[in-house]
């Protein structure tokens, strides 16, 4: 476990944290929340040590391991398996353990061919995969993923959820899709306003209780302004006359000591809705016996039929490499097919959103020149209003797009689609780049859509809420399913899955070679009976000890709530009572959290006793 005592963070006059305070308990998984550039990557910095903080401290046992996974990348090795193996340093000889790192790298899309060739010959999204490879065979105390989702399709995504629901150890994870984070994750904490606050459960929760605590404020606020004005009013009315000097004089005073309560700056939203043009016929689309491959002998997709309606939400699945990109090219007209063809209605007008488009904006014309040249007959106020519900208010619009960075030129080329009058989207992989709250306004935008949606995605959640049929790249093949995705799962499923998620060993944190006699796997099953009866207990006490302290930090939350209604009210018994109550919890917690060292210490010691004697029983 780790304890975060005052972190404090400041770049210039950005403040990203004040003064905050957090832990991370045994095993505890928390999905890591907060709005593009509110410090979520920073503070996985601090931890780690390769970024300095203002002030605070960060506490952890002795021989605490963490591995970060981040997108700088770094390679040493020759070949790919031999790069991922090196992850494995002291936890074995590498050869032994080699079969669990060839399990992970199959789970995250890697070919037996990949794992031959140089890292420096992979595509920039491997490159990423052969990071993440590294920091989970390495099975550190602490695993910090920043976006582990990027680069990944929809089966990678799903081993890796598997996986990581098993992780032994602690884990922080920031992702964009609150899905994949929901499903892994034990608790949830968000960088909010300068501060943490963490709960148990998934991000929904988290962010309705944060919602109840600015309405708390708000109405304490707006409570206090009151009760201020009034104690003014009786100042001014009474101030001349002698016989009301001492109730003037206690007033003033009162003001004096009273606090004042800021007003909470609103925080920028994506908002925004596709501009819709109607249609009355019957498909907008039609695609018949579609074939297409950058090498003829070797096609990507052979044979594919399918006519699109007015109403349809078709998600394309699948695999990176295999083709799904190059689809929605030709189903663009940006490609010719092989065989077949795709024949559009005349009524027909699509707006794409293409992976390269980010490319192909022009680095030297601003944000709303940009949406202007999009459209020439759009107006300046009308770029403007699309600039503002893409965040970019103000003289933020007048920014060119050399110095944006990836998410801000994501947001860019969705403007472009908001002036674009369209019956058809088509949408490939649009919530890269964006954050969570993001990434819902666009679901929820396309939701509302009532022409077609044709979209790209690994988010199984957006599959889920959007799609009603599906183009599947699974096997070598490309199929039409007539279903949801609930309804594919049911009664197709992955073909490429099944094989990989055998061979897929849990994460253990122990090293060592797996001997197949019986003499081995005796000493093993005794060895492993005795490590249960010492270290249950221990796990048991730490639980128990965890519990109290998440009772008491809820407990003091509410205190602080109920704190705050009393200094409105200017209730000072109240007052007094709570501020004991609070500092008497404080101690207690104080004290737990040194018992909680003291036993999680124990337990890291016992459980390093027992892989050496693990790895003396398998030689």
Not at 217 to 238: L, P, S, Y
Not at 241 to 248: I, L, W
Request: charge should be neutral.
């Amino acid at each position: 476990m780790i304890k975060v005592n005052g972190l404090t963070k400041s770049y210039g006059e950005q403040t990203l944290f004040d003064d905050v305070s957090f832990s991370l308990g045994s095993r505890e998984r928390v999905g890591l929340v907060g709005r593009n550039g509110h410090g979520k990557t920073t503070l996985f910095r601090i931890i780690t040590g390769e970024e300095e903080c203002d002030a605070g401290e960060i506490i952890r046992p002795r021989h605490y391991t963490t591995a970060y996974l981040k997108q700088h990348l770094s390679f040493t090795f020759d070949t790919v398996l031999d790069e991922a193996v090196s992850a494995l340093g002291h936890h074995s000889d590498g050869a032994d353990m080699s079969y669990k790192v060839k399990a992970i790298l199959a789970g995250l899309g890697f070919s037996e061919e990949q794992l031959d060739m140089s890292p420096l010959a992979l595509s920039g999204g491997f490159q990423v995969r052969l990071n993440l490879a590294k920091a989970l065979a390495s099975e550190p105390n602490l695993l910090l993923l920043d976006e582990p989702t990027n680069y990944l399709d929809i089966l990678s995504m799903r081993w890796l959820k598997g996986f990581l629901k098993r992780w032994p150890g602690e884990m922080m994870m920031i992702t964009h899709d609150k899905d994949f984070m929901d499903s892994v994750s034990t608790h949830t904490m968000a960088i909010h306003r300068r501060g943490i606050k963490k709960l148990p459960g998934g991000a929904d929760k988290l962010y309705a209780r944060i919602a109840e605590d600015e309405e708390i404020h708000e109405k304490t606020r707006v409570n206090m302004e009151k009760k201020r004005a009034e104690t003014e009013q009786f100042i001014n009315r009474f101030r001349a006359k002698a016989s009301k000097a001492a109730a003037v004089q206690s007033r003033v005073k009162l003001l004096e000591k009273q606090e004042r309560l800021e007003g909470l700056d609103r925080i920028k939203e994506l908002d925004f809705s596709f501009n819709e043009a109607g249609f009355n016929g019957k498909f907008l689309m039609d695609v018949k016996e579609l074939s297409f491959g950058y090498d003829p002998q070797t096609p990507l997709i052979r044979n594919l039929s399918l006519s699109v309606g007015p109403k349809d939400r078709i998600a394309v699945i699948g695999r990176n490499g295999k083709g799904k990109s190059t689809l929605m090219n030709l189903f663009a007209g940006e490609l010719v097919p092989l065989n077949g063809g795709v024949r559009r209605h005349d009524a027909l007008k699509q707006a794409y959103f293409g992976q390269t488009n980010i490319d192909r904006l022009l680095p030297d014309m601003t944000v709303e020149e940009t949406l202007i040249e999009a459209h020439p007959d759009n107006s300046r106020a009308v770029a403007r209003r699309i600039c503002g519900a893409m965040m970019f208010e103000g003289d933020m619009a007048l920014k060119k797009v050399s110095v944006l960075s990836g998410g801000e030129k994501s947001r860019v080329l969705l403007g472009k689609l908001l002036v674009a009058t369209a019956n058809m989207l088509l949408l490939d992989e649009p919530t890269n780049h964006l954050d969570m709250h993001s990434v819902d306004a666009l679901v929820e935008a396309v939701l509302a859509f009532s022409g077609a949606v044709i979209m790209v995605t690994h988010s199984e959640m957006i599959v889920h809420r959007l799609a009603t049929r599906l183009i599947v790249f699974d096997d070598g093949e490309v199929t039409l399913f007539e279903g949801t995705y609930q309804d594919f799962l049911d009664r197709v499923g992955w073909k490429e899955e099944a094989a990989v998620r055998a061979e897929t060993p849990a994460p253990s944190g122990n090293a060592g070679k797996w001997r197949g006699n019986r003499e081995s796997r005796k000493l093993r099953n005794e060895l492993s009976s005795e490590r249960s009866r010492v270290l249950s207990p221990l796990k048991k006490r730490m639980e128990e000890i965890e519990a109290a302290i998440m009772s008491g930090e809820g407990a003091i939350e509410k205190d602080n709530e109920a704190l705050a209604l009393a200094s409105a009210a200017s209730d000072s018994p109240r007052i007094t009572e709570l501020a004991r109550t609070c500092h008497s919890r404080k101690q207690e917690i104080e004290t737990l959290f040194n018992e909680l060292q003291k036993v999680s210490t124990e337990h890291d010691a016992k459980v390093k006793e027992f892989d050496e004697r693990l790895k003396k029983v398998q030689g």
